[in-house]
């Protein structure tokens, strides 16, 4: 074990003694151009050099090594952070290089990966370190309008500056067990508070918790990003897609409460089970990056045959333990959730596809403070957002705007023992005639089936059920479906166009 790890296995909070497997700097091929030179001293900070000179005995001459490495099946571009030169602080060469690597991956159209293990901005360099902030989150941005994914590891510690620009900036982000991950470090938390952070705060664990990272890993993080990689590669987005024969549209129709009630069954599968069993490959995002990872709302990048993209949904049989929420509705941050998955779909030019099976949104008042019907108009515009070609599958029940609002692609497929409602035909009961007991009555009245969502032009396609074939058989079709109905949309010129048509002006 290095002497970088030893400390940081020693500092590590959760008490593990040993650290995950990491790109090392050796692994790294140079960059074709150097980055622009800068001040050694800016701020003539007393001793200041000869803390450079001592630090430039760990065999590096800065807290930053860039260059590319091959993972994913692709290049990618590396800015990896240096624990053991000045504790990883970022100061004026160590922003230089980062930035310079980002544009190299802009220039040719790469990813980009952070690997960060840092105390914060130097001390030393005062503010003329603190401006890096700014320029990191600048080249993010960058990045982010080239359509290119960015990535982060976050080591042990992940702190201050680096960690507040271009390490929280990250697309996708994996942070390895037991690192301290937080803006604020051990120390000054404690010297501000008059209080250490508990284990509840400061760690990889409590980041996964609160939907701040993708992942925490315990052994191999290489692993885990070069699987990430290899789904977000651009280089690989757009590979061929099965050719699977779409299976005929059933022709028997359910009555209205027979619909709902099979689309009700706890046997059915849910949506992760079938993101799991109908797509050839998956990781799912973690967390609204705001404080909370709603398990309901899944957002997930997939791999159908050679093509990549990304998945989103809602899980009914996810919370049923939770007696302060409501199984299987979406929180605001459930939906937050989601747009993040929209948006990573619009900015990487990926195709949208959605599995709706939910009774509607959480509507419990922490929920509603939280921004519930802001988090719901927002998933719209972000779902109308996405360029790439969108297909919505009703694989469940669909429940009032909460379910609609992954709903609004270019089309929509039912299964044929799945319902689409306005709302719960017991909410439609209790509205009407103040007796949710009469729901079977009402049911009929609200039009929900697949068959009936086809007449109203409101669905564009019926697909076999769970319950009226087998799990097995609608799984194929799933797989099927999104294959052909992907390639049709593929081959439409004038698709957006037609999604005005249907939406409205809502894309341009």
């Known amino acids: ?57 760990t065999h590096t001459d800065e807290s930053v090594t860039t260059g590319t490495v091959q993972l994913g099946g692709g290049q990618v571009v590396v800015a990896l952070g240096r624990f053991d030169f000045l504790g990883g602080s970022m100061g004026a060469a160590h922003g230089e290089r980062v930035v310079h690597a980002m544009a190299h991956a802009r220039e040719h159209q790469l990813p980009f990966l952070a690997v960060i293990s840092s105390g914060g901005a130097r001390m030393q360099e005062g503010m003329v370190a603190l401006h890096q902030m700014s320029r990191a989150a600048a080249g993010v941005r960058a990045l982010r309008h080239a359509g290119l994914p960015v990535l982060a590891h976050f080591r042990h510690p992940t702190t201050g500056g680096v960690y507040a620009s271009y390490g929280a900036l990250a697309d996708v982000i994996v942070a390895d067990a037991g690192a301290t991950v937080g803006f604020a470090g051990p120390r000054v938390v404690a010297a501000a508070t008059g209080r250490p952070p508990g284990d509840d705060s400061h760690t990889a664990q409590a980041a996964l918790a609160g939907g701040l990272v993708d992942e ?5 993080a290489v692993a885990v990003l070069d699987a990430w990689i290899g789904l977000v590669h651009p280089r690989h987005r757009d590979g061929p897609l099965p050719d699977l024969a779409l299976p005929p549209e059933p022709v028997e129709e359910l009555a209205a409460w027979e619909a709902t009630t099979r689309a009700r069954d706890t046997a059915r599968p849910t949506a992760r089970q079938l993101l799991a069993q109908a797509f050839d490959e998956h990781r799912e995002l973690r967390g609204d990056r705001a404080g909370e990872d709603d398990p ?45 998955g929209a948006q990573l779909a619009a900015r990487w030019e990926l195709p949208l596809v959605t599995l709706i099976d939910t009774v509607g949104a959480d509507p419990s008042p922490a929920s509603e403070r939280s921004g519930l019907a802001g988090a719901i108009a927002e998933t719209f515009v972000a779902t109308l957002g996405v360029d790439a070609p969108t297909i919505g599958l009703v694989v469940g029940e669909g429940g009032s705007g909460g379910a609609l609002a992954l709903g609004c692609t270019d089309r929509l497929l039912i299964q044929d023992d799945a319902v689409f409602e306005v709302i719960a035909p017991e909410g ?30 409101l669905a564009d396609r019926v697909l076999p059920g769970p319950t009226t074939t087998s799990p097995e058989t609608a799984v194929t079709a799933i797989r099927a479906a999104v294959a052909s109905t992907l390639a049709a949309l593929d081959a439409t010129p004038h698709r957006l166009a037609e999604r005005r048509d249907r939406y409205g002006p809502a894309t341009s």
């Open 296 to 340: 309901v709302a899944i957002a997930a990048v997939a791999r159908l045959g050679g093509r990549r993209m990304m998945v989103l949904g809602t899980d009914r049989a996810a919370r049923a333990d939770d007696p302060d929420r409501h199984p299987g509705q979406a929180t605001a941050a459930g939906y937050r959730k989601l747009v993040r």
């Open 428 to 457: 439609a009961a209790a509205i009407l005639h103040h007796d949710e007991g009469r729901a079977a009555d009402v049911a009929p009245l609200l039009r929900p089936t697949a068959h009936e969502l086809r007449s109203l032009a």
């Open 216 to 220: 925490v890993v315990a052994d191999d």
């Open 1 to 57: 074990m290095t002497a970088r790890s030893s400390r940081a296995a020693t500092l590590a909070p959760s008490g593990h003694t040993t650290t995950p497997r990491a790109l090392a700097a050796d692994q790294l091929h140079a960059l074709p151009t150097a980055a622009a030179p800068t001040a050694v001293d800016p701020l003539d900070f007393p001793g200041y050099r000869d803390r450079l000179a001592a630090a430039a005995d």
